[in-house]
Structures are given as C-alpha cells and as structure tokens.
C-alpha cells in the first residue's frame, strides 16, 4: 500500500497488571494536525485502522486499541469472570493508555463498540476530546444487529485456512464494502488466526459474548455528554445496530443542544462502514481539517 508505514507495537500494562498491545503511527510534528486515538469494535482490534492510519491519518499521531481479550492483549485464565472484558474495564483501559503514552487531547474514532466508549469519555474525561467520530453506533442498539452479534461472539468455527475464513465471513457478514478476494482475505486475517491445533480460531476470547446477555441502559446520558464535542456520523444504510429511527432522534438531539452533527451514509452497506469508503474518507478528511483549523496544537 502506497504511504504505508508499519506502527510501533506498544505494551501497556493495564490498571490491574497485565499488559494490552497498542498500536501508534507517528505523526509528523509541527504540523498542527488533531491526533486520533481509534476504537475498535467489541471484539475487533487495531488492526482494522491501518488502513485508515495510512489514508486520512497519514501526517498525523493515530494510536488504536486492542482491548483487553482481543487481539494481541491479555486473556483471562480459565475459570476466571469475564466480567474484566466489559465496558466499564475497557474505558478505565482506554483513559490508562491516553495516559501512558501522552495522548492528552484528541479525535476518538469510535466504531460500534468503540464508539459507546467515546461516549462514555465524553462523560468520563471530556477533555480528551477535540472531537467524536461514531462509525454505525448509536445511544439505541438495533435488536436483530445485537442478536447476530451476540451469536458471532460466541462461535469459534475452527476453520481448516485462511481462505476458509474469508469463505465463512462472506456468507454469514451483513453487506460490506469489500471488493474482491484479496479484500476478504485481509478481513479474515484480521478475524482469526491458526492456534496449536493448526485450526483458525477468532481473536478474541469467546467468553465475551456471556457480557452481551445483560441488559442494555440507557445510553442517551452519555450521548447527550457529547454535546460540546464535534460530532460525524458515519451510517450504514443497510445496518441492523444503527436504524434510521435512531439517526433521527441523534440529529434531533444535537439540535436540540444548539449544536450539530455531520451525518454521512453509506448506501446498501451493513455493520459496520471500513471507514474506507470513498465518502467516508473524504467526510472524514474534511471533519478533520475543519478540527485542524479550528483548535490548532
């Protein structure tokens, strides 16, 4: 990939010990440009912004997460609650590696999962945000989306390659905006990976999916803590997890507060956008110039 540039590997420890692997592109300083920190989904990982960080990140800090269970972070022993992996212990995480690595004020991109928890900084540590992108997540989670989701989390298929995975991802995935083979391979090998079995397991610990039975709160507080924070929304048109009924109300919401929100769709796609898509890399190129000027380094 042209402008590619392989990130630094970090290992922070966690607030309770054990490490979580972070990933960071430098960025170009003097340059003035907002530095991203990137949330991944609930059981995604750094990975899925490399793209992103050679594209509209490029010239800029951009440092994304693999949350603790995923990835190349720590896994619970067995027997152990995995009540570690939730949400409340993900933001603690995220607010611990901002710390760690001097990342005082940025631009949170947020996709599904990720995007609650910038809400739940939004709360939590309002001033770490020059401004919110939420990729195809909303304060209301759409049923049929949870559902597919939860049962996603849970399988581990065990596959016999990587091309079985791609095979196995492009049957059972909502529409996404991945062209051709290759595209679905590195989806895949963003997904699983071959264990001691030589079978292809998912990266992510499957204990996970026991947290989704919860109840789901109210999540229009957090929402409306966004309110000082510039805001682009990125929408899936075909997406279960984020309904048309919930853009609205999120737009109505915003007016309400005497402020705004920059809504981009992308057509006949499902959960969640790459971020890669045309227009969403031109919404985003523009969101962030417009950050840029506005609250200089």
Do not use: K
């Not at 996603?152 to 905006?177: K, T």
Request: charged share 15%.
């Amino acid at each position: 990939m042209p402008g590619f540039v392989a990130p630094t590997v970090h290992r922070v420890s966690a607030w309770d010990g054990p490490a979580l692997r972070v990933l960071e592109w430098a960025g170009d300083d003097g340059t003035g440009a907002q530095p991203l920190l990137c949330l991944p989904g609930i059981v995604r990982t750094a990975g899925d912004f490399s793209v992103l960080a050679a594209g509209v990140g490029a010239g800029r800090r951009v440092v994304a997460i693999d949350y603790a269970g995923r990835g190349g972070s720590f896994r619970l022993p067995a027997g152990a609650s995995p009540a570690r992996y939730g949400p409340e212990a993900c933001l603690r995480d995220v607010m611990d590696v901002a710390a760690a690595l001097h990342l005082h004020r940025a631009v949170v991109i947020g996709t599904s999962f990720g995007g609650l928890l910038a809400m739940g900084l939004g709360a939590a540590r309002p001033g770490l945000l020059a401004g919110v992108v939420l990729n195809d997540i909303g304060p209301e989670v759409g049923a049929a989306g949870a559902g597919f989701v939860r049962r996603f989390v849970a399988d581990d298929p065990a596959l016999p390659d990587l091309d079985a995975c791609a095979a196995y991802l492009r049957g059972i995935l909502p529409p996404m905006s991945l062209a051709d083979d290759a595209a679905w391979q590195a989806m895949a090998a963003l997904t699983y990976a071959p264990g001691d079995d030589g079978r292809w397991h998912p990266l992510w610990d499957t204990r996970i999916a026991a947290l989704l039975d919860a109840p789901t709160p109210d999540l229009w507080p957090l929402f409306g803590a966004l309110a000082p924070v510039p805001l682009l929304l990125v929408h899936g048109t075909a997406s279960d997890i984020l309904t048309a009924g919930t853009v609205a109300r999120m737009q109505a919401v915003r007016q309400e507060q005497g402020t705004t929100m920059t809504l981009v769709d992308v057509p006949g796609i499902g959960h969640a956008p790459t971020l890669a898509e045309p227009g969403v890399t031109a919404a985003l190129a523009g969101f962030l110039a417009g950050l840029d000027a506005a609250e200089p380094l």
